[in-house]
């Protein structure tokens, strides 16, 4: 009996955390899981902030958790980590974008971003922050820092059962797969080197 | 073959599935994908935007009578406008297959309310169905199109957005070939002229108890036996939840068809339990009928009845057990609220509107779309907005009333293009005809922008994609009899402020057209012609920024400020080279990115 994990993406309106969704939940099927996701449309989708839960296991029930009960939290930006770290397990993991983008109250300059986000973070859980867009850069593409971050999961939650190289082929346009598949193994890469140095 | 399917791709893969041949709708969160994914299957499936939900529900309701099995699709406050063909299509019954779907929205994710749309079944007189996943979803689609036809009733499908979008393995079937049933010789049913009314009043008893009926024994009424300890009594996401926190240590009463509710079975449950719950998100509806058939139970004493329910507030506040949570003060990181994107057409005209608002006395009476957003600040130029199509009329109540008191406040519309086409045209008849002030705006980005750039009846192409009759707003404010009509381009400040000036002087009501396409909207050929920035980006020539801060008004997200440089500064990813910032500098400091950066 596989036991659920619940797995959280979160981020703002237009970072591609759909794209990575699409990928883990077909990976997550094509291995026989049940897997159930809950998504939010609508009017967070301008600019706001957004979420994603994966639920994966024998038996799925609920799409969602609530506070306490997320294994894994991606946050493809800094700040929105903190937003939602109450979701996270005491004993479950974050994987943060370390990436600012400023909200509306920032950018007009009524509020400072905070500051030591990442550190705040890694003084409350076990957290691996990755510098997603600057790995992606170097790849070639800034964008790819979300198929980076999804490398970091997959890494982190041991799903390397699962043939996901495989998986990103047949999602993404083809002109764009060596691209994305070299995020996903930088992203591994990453997370491995997090995982020895700890 | 299983697929991974929102609810809201399962209702459409049912509906096809089932045979029907109508779908129509009118976009809103959570329900749009519903008619999004019926578009596919064209050939087999007729699929429409309407221009409201009334019209869908009424153009379904005419597919039924000539033959077909039709579906309506909407958010829950969408069947609130359809309420009247509903309350009526209940007393006609149906030909073919009749099911509208209510989507509705707990928690407000994306709404102004949050009504809980079970109410409609036994207020409309309407056999329910809910299901709790995308596989239920559905089969209970296909199920509702038979209920329909064997008990000559329409079928509400009500769903909430956990449902609408969250995914689950669904097992896909082939499409049945329902036969369109044939054209009725015998209308007079269709026909609620009181006479005949009357007599449809008492057949629809009559149907009412036959579904109660059929309700003791539907498949998707069932019992999941755990033992007798715990007992618990539920519909619908809350189901889910129900199962994440009890497991195998209660037995469940699933409901599936919720109206007519099943009496017998649920008194046999409680009788069989020691301790009974009733799980359901919002109001106590399921609870409500037990309790009068003199059962007790636990429900809304405990469990919340407002916002959505997830298993942590389940277990909280039945079982008083909370998982333990890293503390971490998340209300005191900054908000991230919604924002116009970067080159928004609506952007330009909250700036200028803001400011002549701030100048004059003046109340703006908004509506609903991602125009909402312009209340924001710091564009700050917009107070209200209740429902949509209500921006012109609210605004025409409000300046009658200053108007009579002598008052000198002026009540400013804004509306979209696509909110005008649903139901803000009587309201601006409205306007004319009861001869007040106001001045309506209609900002006409060419989509239908929140629901995620829908076709609407001004943008030229149906919902399966086929070129149509544009209809030409400005033509149609004319024929209502507005005889101060101005359309102007909304990336251009100056023009703004001046037709603005010119509507503030009018003593007669007034229509101001902005008119640019949504950004995030596929531009076609056209369109990429006229409607082009002069640059791909820009930028801050950072000597010539004095740190004035004024570009800042514009809200827009590419634009931020470096308070230890006093500096602006442009995210060239961000800008998509709309100019205004440009105009609004007047140290001539935001140039061509492309230049500036090479």
Redo the contacts between chains.
Sequence with gaps: MLETTSLMLVG??GQGTVLVTTIL??GL?AAGH????????????????VSTQVRYGDV??????????VDVLVSFEA??A?????????EGKVIVNDYHI?????????????EGVIE?LKS??DTTAIKAVDIAGEIGD?RVMNVVLFGALVQAIDLSHIDWETVISSTVKEGFIDLNLAAYRAGRNAMAYHEREN | MRSLMSGNEAVARGAYEAGACYAAGYPGTPSTEILENLAIFKGDVIAEWSPNEKVALESAIGASIAGARALAAMKMVGVNVAADPLFSASYSGVNGGLVLVSADDPGLHSSQNEQDNRHYAPFAKLPMLEPSDSQEAKDMVKAAFEISEAFDAPVLLRVTTRICHSKSLVTLGERAIAPRRLYPLDMTKFNLVPALARRQRARLETKLQKLAEFSETCEFNRVEWNGQRIGVITSGISYQYAREVFGDTASYLKLGFTHPLPKQKIRDFASRVDMLYVIEELDPYLESQVRQLGISCIGKDKIPDMYELDPAVVAKSLLGIEAPVIRCAASAVPPRPPVLCAGCPHRGFFYELGKIARRHDVIISGDIGCYALGGNDPLDALDLCICMGAAPSMAHGAQKVFNKFGERTRVVATIGDSTFFHTGIPALINTVYNRSNTVTCILDNRTTGMTGQQDNPGSGTTLQGAPTKEIDIEAVVRAIGIDHVRVVNPMDLPKLQDTLAWAFGLDEPSVIVTKWPCTLKPFDRQERDEYAHKFKYMAVAAEDCTGCERCLNLGCPALSFDHLTNKASIDASTCNGCGLCAQVCKWSAVVNGELQHA
């Design positions: 703002v309106g939940a077909k099927v049940d897997v159930k996701m809950a998504e939010v449309h609508g009017m967070a989708q301008r600019g706001g902030s799925v029930h609920s799409p969602i958790v609530g506070k306490g009960g700040m929105e903190l937003r939602w770290l109450e979701f996270v397990k005491p400023p909200s509306a109250p920032i950018l007009t300059g009524q509020q400072p971003y905070p705040t409350k859980v800034p």
